[in-house]
Each structure stands twice: as C-alpha cells, then as structure tokens.
C-alpha cells in the first residue's frame, strides 16, 4: 500500500476588486485528502490524434478503480471519452483547454480515450494510480 495525497484551492476576488472574480465576494475554497494506492503508476504522455480509438489511456478490463490526472500540453482542446469511435462530439464527456488539468476518482468499469478536434498529432500528459 501507498499513499498519495490530492488537494484543490479554488480562490477568486470579489466581482467589485480590479482584478474582478465572478461572484459578490472573495472566494477561498480548499480540500485535501490522503489517499491509498497500491503502488501501481501508469505514466506516459500520449499523442493524441483526432480518432479516439487510437489514444486508450485506460484499460478497464485490467486497471480497475483508479484516480486519474491528466494535463493538457498541448496547443489546443483535448477531450476525453469512453468511446473508441472517431471521436464524435457526443461521446466526449470532457474537455481539457491547452494547459489545463484535472484529478479525478474513476470507477475503473469503462475504458476511456482522447482525442482532439484540430489537425496534426497533440500531447496530453497522464497518470494513474491504481486504487488500493
């Protein structure tokens, strides 16, 4: 067993600062957790073409519950889907602007993929970590 430990601050400025934030007041929100792993880490970063079955980041069948961080490198939207198709729109359940990221727990029950609208091949940096 191992541990990892996963946080998130979101914080913004009232909407009547400078540098205005989106809501009256200042916001500051902030949550960490330690969570346990079984030392299993997949980490690539993966060229990502516009066809998703060409990107599958996660294999159901052998990884199972698992957390999920992925990090967008690229210079466009990179989306993310349970669907090895041609990456329809309606398929993706995700999107990811260049440089943004996200962590997120996953049920391990569907295998997921990315892809992206632009031409050319992009990158998308990964990692999983496998639930204890």
Same mark, same amino acid.
Request: aromatic residues 10%; proline residues 3%.
């Given at each position: 067993?191992?541990? &990892?430990?996963?946080?998130?601050?979101?914080?913004?400025?009232?909407?009547?600062?400078?540098?205005?934030?989106?809501?009256?007041?200042?916001?500051?929100?902030? !949550?960490?957790?330690?969570?346990?792993?079984?030392?299993?880490? &997949?980490?690539?970063?993966?060229?990502?073409?516009?066809?998703?079955?060409?990107?599958? &980041?996660?294999?159901?069948?052998?990884?199972?519950?698992?957390?999920?961080?992925?990090?967008?490198?690229?210079?466009?939207?990179?989306?993310?889907? !349970?669907?090895?198709?041609?990456?329809?729109?309606?398929?993706?359940?995700?999107?990811?602007?260049?440089?943004?990221?996200?962590?997120?727990?996953?049920?391990?029950?569907?295998?997921?993929?990315?892809?992206?609208?632009?031409?050319?091949?992009?990158?998308?940096?990964?990692?999983?970590?496998?639930?204890?």
């Amino acid at each position: 067993m191992a541990t &990892i430990k996963a946080g998130i601050t979101i914080t913004s400025n009232s909407a009547t600062n400078t540098t205005p934030g989106p809501l009256t007041f200042a916001l500051s929100l902030s !949550n960490s957790d330690d969570l346990t792993v079984n030392g299993r880490v &997949i980490a690539e970063v993966e060229e990502v073409t516009t066809t998703a079955s060409d990107t599958q &980041i996660f294999t159901a069948s052998t990884t199972g519950e698992s957390y999920i961080y992925l990090n967008n490198i690229s210079d466009t939207n990179i989306f993310v889907t !349970n669907s090895s198709g041609s990456g329809t729109p309606s398929d993706r359940f995700m999107m990811l602007k260049a440089g943004e990221a996200a962590f997120f727990p996953w049920a391990g029950s569907q295998d997921l993929f990315l892809d992206h609208g632009s031409a050319g091949t992009k990158k998308c940096e990964y990692f999983v970590f496998v639930q204890a």
